[in-house]
């Protein structure tokens, strides 16, 4: 092994990926290298710091993976290095262990995005700060509740248990405005549990409802009586 082989050794000494013939060789080159030994000792502060972020259990197939890319992204010989050497050199390695790793980036890394901008439209009526709910019992047929925020412009209706429209038909769900007028809402799908968001602004309407309407026509106003009605001035 030459003189520049033996330095491109660092990385995999550092992470224990060399055979028991490199170790032997590697380690008498470190008791006279001094810039090996500082970027070993810097490379095995950077993966222990890894590996104290993990938060779950990597697969068996991630030693491997690592181990298999190591070859591409060993560094290069030391040279006359200027004394902020050591400063960026570690970055530069934990940067490419990041990229060889690929799936133990998303177990490992400590800096993973939090979940705010991430809710869904309903999650983020249902925790908004000024999320008002109103239950209705159905008997038999179910039970459904409706979450208002006024601040996010929408309501929520879940159902739990809730028997299906009857052949042919379909629940179709309403706003009513602040003038009386029922709104369009949308339709509920045929579930028995269920999550929808109201189509429209829900942050002016004094109530929601739900109706059987003939499948498959135009709702612009409620045909049959209605089902469920969820008088947001009852709210909690």
């Given at each position: 092994m030459s003189d520049s082989d033996i330095h491109k050794l660092t990385g995999a000494y550092a992470l224990d990926a060399v055979d028991d013939i490199e170790r032997a060789a590697f380690e008498?080159?470190?008791?006279?290298?001094?810039?090996?030994?500082?970027?070993?000792?810097?490379?095995?502060?950077?993966?222990?710091?890894?590996?104290?972020?993990?938060i779950v259990m990597p697969p068996p197939s991630l030693r491997d993976s690592v181990l298999s890319g190591i070859s591409q992204v060993r560094p290069l010989p030391p040279i006359v290095a200027p004394p902020r050497r050591a400063a960026w050199f570690p970055v530069l390695v934990a940067a490419a262990l990041v990229a060889v790793l690929g799936v133990g980036a998303a177990l490992w890394?400590?800096?993973?995005?939090?979940?705010?901008?991430s809710l869904t439209a309903a999650e983020q009526v249902i925790q908004a700060s000024d999320a008002q709910r109103v239950e209705v019992d159905l008997g038999e047929a179910g039970r459904a509740a409706v979450v208002r925020s006024k601040s996010v412009g929408k309501a929520?209706?879940?159902?739990?248990?809730?028997?299906?429209?009857?052949?042919?038909?379909?629940?179709?769900?309403?706003?009513?405005s602040a003038e009386g007028q029922m709104l369009p809402a949308g339709e509920m799908p045929d579930e028995p549990n269920a999550t929808v968001v109201l189509e429209g602004d829900a942050a002016t309407a004094t109530a929601a409802g739900i109706t059987v309407e003939p499948e498959g026509e135009p709702h612009v106003e409620p045909t049959l009586p209605i089902v469920a009605v969820f008088d947001f001035s009852q709210a909690t």
């Open positions: 008498r080159h470190l008791v006279e290298c001094e810039d090996c030994r500082s970027e070993v000792s810097s490379l095995r502060e950077t993966t222990a710091m890894l590996a104290e972020s993990a890394q400590p800096w993973a995005p939090s979940d705010e901008g929520v209706i879940t159902t739990e248990d809730m028997a299906p429209a009857p052949a042919g038909q379909e629940f179709v769900l309403w706003l009513e």
